[in-house]
């Protein structure tokens, strides 16, 4: 192996690391939160770690498949997040 391979395979795997990391911390913050807005912004986390890991993925297997699934997800995850925020802010989603 090349260095520039070692170097691409550590780096990937500090970030499959950390990203994971983060996603952990963001569930506890999901549990324990002690409002609702920070389990709102606990679970936004999760979407922006999710598409972290699913990008790394991509990127370890070297296919763009997933870079569609992200955009996916992202849509999904900003939707989620403006619904839920309405929600507790006006008690309703759709006036």
């Known amino acids: 192996m090349t260095l520039a391979a070692d170097l691409l395979r550590w780096t990937l795997f500090a970030a499959f690391a950390g990203t994971a990391l983060a996603q952990i911390m963001a569930m506890v913050r999901l549990w324990i939160g002690p409002s609702t807005a920070d389990r709102i912004l606990a679970l936004d986390t999760m979407f922006i770690n999710a ?45």
């Open 51 to 95: 598409l972290g890991l699913i990008v790394l993925l991509g990127i370890a297997q070297g296919t763009a498949i997933y870079f569609e699934a992200t955009l996916i997800i992202a849509m999904l995850g900003f939707v989620s997040t403006v619904a839920y925020a309405r929600f507790v802010l006006r008690g309703d989603v759709i006036e």
